[in-house]
């Protein structure tokens, strides 16, 4: 990293995952000058219940669009179908590409152990890419990086073959409504088929202003959780006083196929943790 302007690439499977799980660290990203980029490897187009294929990823695309504006940051979606993402040798090409025209010091992906194909094929193709994109003679037509990025995985819950390890959590508390205001942009899939999926279609509300306080009452939990969980390493990184009173929290285990995440560059990679 030549200077302390951090540039960091969020890839999801679906246009609302890099927002569910990093918007709040893309906010405060944002706000300190620094520069996000979202990526969605699939267009979306298999995310409804009544409607889909090209109609559904322009619907998609247009959230996702709206959803990076709240967030400060760049949210693009690939033509990859939904539901049908596979760890090929040209979707990784696609992913080498786009890691090196972006240039990040910092990438974040999926676990390979997580709920859907699509993430932890996601997950495999962003591995995949990892130190590929040092390598001249690969996707030759575009300059490769002479420095791997460091990379982390984004949260999930699930516990085998071994659950999330918290090697970064960040405080959310001042983005938190942001993130939301990010993931209101997801109509089709916050108030439609989310809720359709989770057999709780009857309880979303028809009025917008409602529509944000459900919500808002439906996510909060999880990122309160995520910072009670990992209570410890909050205090470790932020500091017994604020440690302690942080709310609201997203976290990152390290994927040790980037670039090592060292004491040196935490703090120049996550700069949240001095105030
Ligand atoms: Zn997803």
């Known amino acids: 990293m030549?200077?302390?302007?951090?540039?960091?690439l969020?890839?999801?499977?679906?246009?609302?995952?890099?927002?569910?799980?990093?918007g709040g660290v893309a906010?405060?990203?944002?706000?300190?000058?620094?520069?996000v980029k979202m990526v969605s490897m699939t267009n979306g187009d298999a995310g409804h219940y009544e409607m889909g294929g090209a109609p559904l990823a322009w619907r998609r695309r247009k959230e996702a669009a709206e959803a990076g504006a709240c967030l400060g940051c760049e949210y693009i979606t690939l033509d990859n179908h939904d539901g049908a993402l596979l760890p090929t040798l040209q979707v990784r090409c696609q992913v080498i590409g786009i890691i090196r025209e972006f240039k990040p010091d910092l990438t974040m992906t999926h676990r390979l152990c997580t709920y859907?194909?699509?993430?932890?094929?996601?997950?495999?193709?962003?591995?995949?890419?990892?130190?590929?994109?040092?390598?001249?003679?690969?996707?030759?037509?575009?300059?490769?990086?002479?420095?791997?990025?460091?990379?982390?995985?984004?949260?999930?819950?699930?516990?085998?073959p071994y659950p999330f390890t918290p090697d970064v959590v960040v405080g959310i508390d001042e983005v938190l409504e942001k993130k939301l205001d990010a993931l209101h942009c997801h109509t089709s899939q916050m108030y439609?088929?989310?809720?359709?999926?989770?057999?709780?279609?009857?309880?979303?509300?028809k009025d917008t202003a409602e529509r944000r306080s459900w919500l808002r009452e439906s996510r909060e939990p999880r990122a309160r959780q995520i910072a009670d969980l990992y209570r410890d390493r909050l205090i470790e990184l932020y500091g017994g006083e604020k440690g302690k009173q942080i709310r609201?929290?997203?976290?990152?285990?390290?994927?040790e196929y980037g670039a090592p995440l060292s004491d040196a560059n935490l703090k120049t990679l996550f700069p949240f943790f001095d105030g």
């Open 2 to 8: 030549a200077t302390d302007h951090v540039k960091v």
């Open 248 to 255: 609201y929290a997203e976290a990152f285990e390290v994927c």
């Open 10 to 22: 969020i890839i999801g499977a679906h246009p609302d995952d890099p927002d569910s799980a990093a």
């Open 116 to 160: 859907h194909p699509d993430h932890r094929y996601t997950g495999q193709l962003v591995q995949d890419a990892l130190y590929m994109v040092t390598v001249p003679n690969v996707v030759s037509h575009v300059p490769h990086l002479r420095v791997n990025p460091v990379a982390v995985y984004l949260w999930d819950r699930f516990r085998r």
């Open 27 to 35: 906010a405060l990203y944002s706000q300190h000058g620094h520069q």
């Open 192 to 205: 439609e088929w989310l809720p359709y999926n989770r057999g709780t279609l009857d309880q979303v509300p």
